[in-house]
């Protein structure tokens, strides 16, 4: 897929074609390309034989040709996303300096080192509890700010086994 820009040849056909492989959602929310995909960008090929990144043709329908020396990216760094209002034209040093700042935000992250939640005994009671009355272990994860594994680890008595 990499190389020199190829135009897009695309009949009709291809084009309804390619437009039933897409799951649109919200219109703020990522949409994502249902057809093959190689590295997590969609890829669609076409009757001509030729394969396209999907938001290669996502961006063409709704803004036009793709100026020189531009490639597509997406405001929500979604490979997968194939909603036009996420993507524009970039180049090699406005991505470089995506990168660049989205590193600095992973190691600021990683540097903050949170630990992780524990649980009281009366919280494991009671999501023993809830659990068993038809609370999802989801819900529960997400309120007591641990992971539905923990949850989960809770209510089969994997951790906390000494607890009633």
């Known amino acids: ?32 390309y249902s057809g093959p995909k190689m590295q997590g960008y969609g890829v669609f090929r076409a009757s001509n034989g030729v394969r396209y990144q999907a938001r290669k043709i996502i961006y063409a329908i709704a803004h036009g040709d793709l100026p020189p020396k531009k490639f597509v990216r997406s405001s929500c760094n979604n490979r997968g996303c194939c909603n036009a209002a996420h993507l524009y034209a970039g180049d090699t040093a406005s991505n470089g300096r995506l990168r660049d700042a989205r590193r600095h935000h992973d190691a600021v992250l990683a540097a903050a ?27 529960l994860a997400k309120e007591y700010g641990v992971t539905r594994y923990c949850i989960e680890q809770v209510v089969s008595r994997r951790t906390w086994k000494d607890l009633p």
């Open 1 to 32: 897929m990499r190389g020199p820009p190829q135009e897009l040849i695309l009949t009709d056909d291809d084009i309804a074609e390619f437009q039933n492989l897409i799951v649109e959602g919200a219109p703020d929310e990522c949409w994502s």
């Open 113 to 139: 080192k949170v630990l992780p939640r524990k649980l009281t005994e009366n919280e494991v009671r009671s999501i023993r509890v809830r659990v068993a009355g038809g609370v999802l272990q989801a819900e």
